[in-house]
């Protein structure tokens, strides 16, 4: 290994990630392998963790004031249950640290609109809507009425959340790195405007393949929360009962046996990388278990099997910590003065560069 005269080497800085998990909705298996369990293990000793419960994302929805405080309780729960670790990490309220509203002003004093315009979530959402970008833009009727300013402007927020800690690095899904791209270009756009090479540029950490979970009814989407159909999605808090229903009608096809085809059999592609993710093998690991199956019905067995076999510990957790919400809220509290300290610092040295 390297020889002691190296004494001068300069040792690695320790990587500061940031991430982020909106309050509303009971966390789905695609959040859990796609997200918080990627959380739990990016937690060590050379690496300084943010994880936050994003309420102020949240309100660019509607939302109700009780449903909500309470939604942003059960989503911290539901993280310490995962893994997350108040000793390793800040977990907290994004509301609750001044300096993302902050920092996201001064951000939105110098980010061309045409940026926003371009974000992909954005088009989408105005294409139900209106034509065009620019017609929207200039549109008082009734027609853009539900397209409010806070689900334009949120990728300057998501840009404020991560450069106020000086994040180093964000995992990100593929329809996140969009907005991780935004917020690089405004962190060389504050530097460059106000002439202080300030911000660096964080970097992207991408699940693996075998972690993005498709939907149960149609594996061509992600499970989303947002799909109407519960059949669709696994939550992390499903009965054994029900997660065998779930599985047992998911979508595959009529082939027999079982292969690892994305293309042509994506539903069984789906639930050979959930079984991977969930017993922690590769795929060719995995289709060893399967060995010579010939039909479906034992292969969706043994995914639901080894689902309910990882989620029993999480699930007894969850419970043990719904028992005791003065300990979650200490958790949430903590977590925000410690990113407090961080945030204010940040906040000082940007209002000295500004000129405040």
């Known amino acids: 290994m390297w020889k002691r005269a190296f004494s001068t080497h300069v040792p690695r800085p320790k990587r500061v990630i940031l991430s982020g998990i909106q309050p509303t909705g009971i966390p789905h298996l695609g959040n859990y392998l796609g997200a918080l369990d990627n959380w739990v293990r990016l937690q060590d000793k050379d690496t300084t963790t943010y994880y936050m419960v994003v309420d102020l994302h ?158 149960l009814r149609d594996p061509t989407s992600k499970m989303s929360k947002s799909d109407v159909s519960e059949m669709s999605r696994i939550s992390l808090f499903d009965t054994p009962d029900a997660i065998r229903k779930k599985i047992g009608r998911a979508v595959t096809d009529s082939e027999p046996g079982v292969t690892f085809d994305q293309e042509h059999r994506p539903g069984v592609a789906n639930l050979i990388n959930i079984y991977s993710a969930m017993t922690n093998k590769t795929t060719e690991e995995s289709m060893q278990d399967f060995g010579q199956l010939t039909s479906m019905q034992p292969f969706k067995q043994m995914v639901a099997d080894a689902v309910i076999t990882r989620l029993e510990p999480i699930q007894k957790e969850y419970a043990r910590l719904q028992a005791d919400p003065a300990f979650v809220q200490k958790v949430l509290d903590d977590g925000a003065a410690k990113a407090q300290v961080v945030a204010d610092k940040t906040i000082k040295e940007v209002y000295n560069i500004v000129g405040f």
């Open 58 to 215: 949240a309100i660019t929805m509607p939302q109700d004031a009780k449903i909500l405080r309470q939604s942003k309780r059960d989503m911290a729960t539901a993280l310490l249950a995962c893994g997350v670790s108040p000793e390793q990490s800040a977990i907290f309220e994004q509301s609750k640290v001044r300096g993302h509203a902050e920092l996201a002003w001064i951000f939105n004093c110098i980010t061309p609109v045409g940026w926003l315009g371009r974000m992909t979530q954005w088009k989408s959402k105005l294409g139900k809507a209106h034509g065009s970008h620019a017609d929207a833009l200039l549109d008082t009727s009734t027609s853009t009425a539900s397209l409010k300013m806070g689900l334009f402007d949120y990728p300057v927020l998501q840009a404020a959340d991560i450069l106020l800690y000086k994040a180093s690095h964000v995992p990100v899904g593929a329809d996140q790195i969009q907005h991780l791209e935004l917020t690089r270009d405004i962190a060389s756009l504050f530097n460059s405007h106000f002439k202080h090479k300030f911000f660096e540029k964080p970097d992207a950490i991408s699940p693996p393949a075998t972690k993005r979970v498709m939907s």
